[in-house]
Structures are given as structure tokens and as C-alpha cells.
């Protein structure tokens, strides 16, 4: 199963920024394209963002869109999720996951069978 480590969270006030990483170890990034999902507290996982495997096409939901930025660095196996301009409604456990890109155009964030969740990272804003 496939398997990727999230880090970099952490509290910041609103308005601020952070850069939340996620990193493969066993197997190589660039063949997969990468989605970033977030769950409140209380709430379901969403779907927020989307990059193509190469790097070349990303997609964003509306609600983060202009404000968060996906990244990758396939020499080093990891894909970043810039985010600013950060308000408490993004308060949220991150994850990523291995998707179908195909699927976020329309956010259905279509998530590989073969994927196994890990464990996300907390952001929180809060003042």
C-alpha cells in the first residue's frame, strides 16, 4: 500500500501563512498526482487541492483558491501545501493522498484504492 507522512503544521494567527509538507519514503512521488484534504472538527474530509504528477496542472477548491499554492519537489519526493492569508475556518487536520488529478477539475478527489491514510497534521489559526 502506498503511504505518505504529512508535517509542518501548527498554530498561527489569522492572516498568516505556513507550508505544510508530505513526503514519500517508499515508493517515487512523480508517478502520482497528489491531492491535499482537510477535516475540521466535526466535520467530513474535503478535498482543497490538487496537483498533476509532473507538476505542470493544479487544481483548487474555491474556498482556498488564491490563497493556498501546491508544490512539489519530485527530486525530493515531497509535495507542499503554501498556505496564507489563513482564517480560523481553515482551522483542520491536512492530509494527501495519491488521486486521479482527473477527478479534482470536479472535486471529486478520487482517492487510489491502493492508498493508506496517515496520520495529517493539525493546522490551527486561531489568535
Known amino acids: 500500500q502506498l503511504q505518505l507522512v504529512e508535517s509542518g503544521g501548527g498554530l498561527v494567527q489569522p492572516g498568516g501563512s505556513l507550508r505544510i509538507s508530505c513526503a514519500a519514503s517508499?515508493?517515487?512521488?512523480?508517478?502520482?498526482?497528489i491531492g491535499w484534504f482537510r477535516q475540521a472538527p466535526g466535520k467530513g474530509r474535503e478535498g482543497v487541492a490538487c496537483?498533476?504528477?509532473?507538476?505542470?496542472?493544479?487544481t483548487y477548491e474555491d474556498s482556498v483558491k488564491g490563497r493556498f499554492t501546491v508544490s512539489r519537489d519530485n527530486a525530493k519526493n515531497t509535495v507542499f501545501l503554501q498556505m496564507k492569508s489563513l482564517k480560523p475556518e481553515d482551522t483542520a487536520v491536512y492530509y494527501c493522498?495519491?488521486?486521479?488529478?482527473?477527478?479534482?477539475?470536479?472535486?471529486?478527489?478520487?482517492?487510489?484504492?491502493?492508498?493508506?491514510w496517515g496520520q495529517g497534521t493539525q493546522v490551527t489559526v486561531s489568535s
Open positions: 496537483i498533476s504528477g509532473s507538476g505542470s496542472s493544479t
Open positions: 493522498a495519491t488521486v486521479r488529478f482527473t477527478s479534482c477539475a470536479n472535486s471529486d478527489y478520487y482517492v487510489l484504492p491502493s492508498y493508506s
Open positions: 517508499t515508493f517515487s512521488l512523480n508517478l502520482y498526482a
